[in-house]
């Protein structure tokens, strides 16, 4: 069973809004989590499990299965984001900046 399966089980009866509340991320990190888009943290794992009165017990898979992962939108954009910082590291953009010239296609 993957994680995105059992996330919506054990979630049980709570809203998405409630259970996120509970584990401390937003209602739209959750919706990724459930839909196999974002893994969670280890951290937010270890909330899961407080709340729901479960072990936590983790499985490692092959090193090739997490790479062949495609990035999601907001992943993409923090790479192009970081590889932009490092071309132009004496001028004054901050990372904001440049999300928002992505965002705007003036990049």
């Not at 996120?20 to 909330?47: D, F, N």
């Not at 709340?51 to 936590?56: I, K, V």
């Not at 440049?98 to 965002?103: C, G, L, N, P, R």
């Given at each position: 069973m993957e994680i995105a399966?059992?996330?919506?089980?054990?979630?049980g009866d709570m809203t998405k809004t409630e259970?996120?509340?509970v584990i401390g991320c937003s209602q739209s990190i959750l919706s990724m989590y459930e839909k196999g888009e974002r893994l969670p943290p280890i951290p937010t794992l270890q909330k899961i499990a407080d709340a729901t009165n479960t072990e936590?017990?983790?499985?490692?898979?092959?090193?090739?299965?997490?790479?062949?992962?495609?990035?999601?939108?907001?992943?993409k954009v923090d790479k192009e984001i970081k590889r932009l910082s490092k071309l132009i590291p004496k001028q004054k953009v901050t990372e904001e900046?440049?999300?928002?010239?992505?965002?705007n296609g003036e990049w």
């Amino acid at each position: 069973m993957e994680i995105a399966e059992v996330l919506k089980e054990l979630r049980g009866d709570m809203t998405k809004t409630e259970f996120s509340k509970v584990i401390g991320c937003s209602q739209s990190i959750l919706s990724m989590y459930e839909k196999g888009e974002r893994l969670p943290p280890i951290p937010t794992l270890q909330k899961i499990a407080d709340a729901t009165n479960t072990e936590l017990i983790i499985e490692f898979r092959e090193k090739e299965q997490v790479e062949n992962r495609e990035d999601t939108k907001e992943e993409k954009v923090d790479k192009e984001i970081k590889r932009l910082s490092k071309l132009i590291p004496k001028q004054k953009v901050t990372e904001e900046d440049m999300a928002e010239m992505i965002k705007n296609g003036e990049w």
